[in-house]
């Protein structure tokens, strides 16, 4: 390790970009009283259920016969998306109706604005499985999504993109069901890497460390690596791959970022007290790393923009502007006439042409 390298370690770098400052020592309190969220709360449940039980095939039947009658598009793409906890859930319905919606009867959840540059607006669906329910039984994943692709295709969409874990799911034999853009981890890739290049390091040997090297991991490190990096792995069950990964937790002092792709945020309290105080964290988890494992760092938590491009209503805890990088490929591939680029490269470079930038 070089001295500039070793000095870094000691002193934290300058960062740019979508850095959270909160996180320093504490991030900050949402503002309004309980009371207000509740009544919030209980106003988007309200909404919710009227509109998906009242009028929700009435408003698919539309959009399918306006696709087939006259040509007309009004979404690009569907985004499905799923509870990351039981807050998530309550954000649409209570636990005690979230049957309604279950075994494929997903609820429409709210659309995502085409923004300044017209790149495409989409349908947002919710199911309230949560990924650990759908991870144990994927056939009913694979019947959800195969649902989604058929109204895919009636309502013209282009694409659909899945949220989270979901892609990572299934298996290698259900997965062939798939279309490949549906199951697309670039944008995500894209998105977690945008989140690293924005952090200014004067020394040109950064050693990135990345805690949950799965099916988006190794693409990222690979990504990482062409770009300059020196990245390595923790994961309690490695993979083949170009990606180094270490045994002895104690390397993790090493690491000038911190990538956590653990499923939960909670996962993070196993490895923190072996991370240098003067690492950036990096999180892509959901639910994202409870701000008192991460109070003595300085995070930043994956995200991106396009002007003009917002989520209405907003997804639970992400504000409205910010686009999950599993979004990040919706539009992308939309934007590229239907056709999912061969590599991540090309993926990337698409993408910084379309104009997404760091919130």
């Given amino acids: 390790m070089s001295a500039l390298t070793a000095s870094l370690l000691q002193t934290p770098p300058a960062g740019i970009g979508f850095k959270d400052e909160t996180t320093q020592s504490t991030r900050k309190p949402i503002e309004g009283s309980v009371a207000n969220d509740c009544l919030i709360r209980m106003a988007r449940q309200g909404l919710f259920l009227t509109f998906n039980l009242l009028f929700r095939d009435l408003f698919l039947l539309s959009l399918k016969l306006f696709n087939l009658w006259f040509g007309v598009r009004f979404f690009q793409y569907i985004f499905l998306v799923y509870p990351g906890d039981k807050d998530d859930l309550k954000a649409y319905c209570p636990k005690q109706l979230s049957w309604l919606f279950r075994n494929g009867r997903f609820g429409v959840a709210g659309i995502i604005t085409t923004g300044l540059n017209k790149k495409g607006r989409g349908l947002i669906v919710v199911i309230p499985e949560s990924d650990d329910e759908l991870a144990r039984d994927q056939q009913r994943l694979c019947k959800i999504i195969e649902k989604l692709e058929y109204l895919r295709q009636d309502i013209g969409c282009i694409s659909l993109a899945l949220a989270g874990r979901l892609p990572s799911l299934l298996s290698d034999t259900l997965s062939k069901r798939i279309p490949a853009r549906a199951l697309s981890i670039r944008g995500t890739v ?28 190794k693409v990222l490190a690979d990504s990482l690596q062409s770009l300059g ?36 945020g909670d996962d993070f309290e196993e490895y923190r007290n072996y991370l240098n105080p003067n690492s950036f964290i990096v999180d892509d988890t959901h639910p994202e790393i409870p701000s008192s494992l991460v109070q003595d760092f300085s995070t930043v938590r994956v995200g991106i923009e396009l002007p003009g491009v917002r989520f209405w209503p907003k997804l639970p805890g992400i504000p409205a502007n910010v686009i999950p990088g599993c979004a990040v490929g919706a539009l992308t591939v939309s934007a590229n006439e239907g056709c999912l680029p061969s590599n991540q490269t090309t993926f990337s470079a698409i993408a910084n042409d379309i104009g997404f930038v760091l919130p």
Avoid: M, W
């Fill in 190 to 217: 894209y998105s977690i890497q945008k989140a690293v290049t924005s952090l200014y390091f004067p020394d040109s040997s950064v050693n990135v460390a990345i805690i949950g090297v799965g099916l988006i991991g």
């Fill in 229 to 264: 990096y020196t990245v390595y792995g923790v994961d309690k069950k490695p993979r083949p791959g170009k990606c180094r990964f270490i045994r002895n937790l104690a390397e993790l002092k090493k690491a000038h970022v911190v990538v956590v792709l653990t499923p939960k």
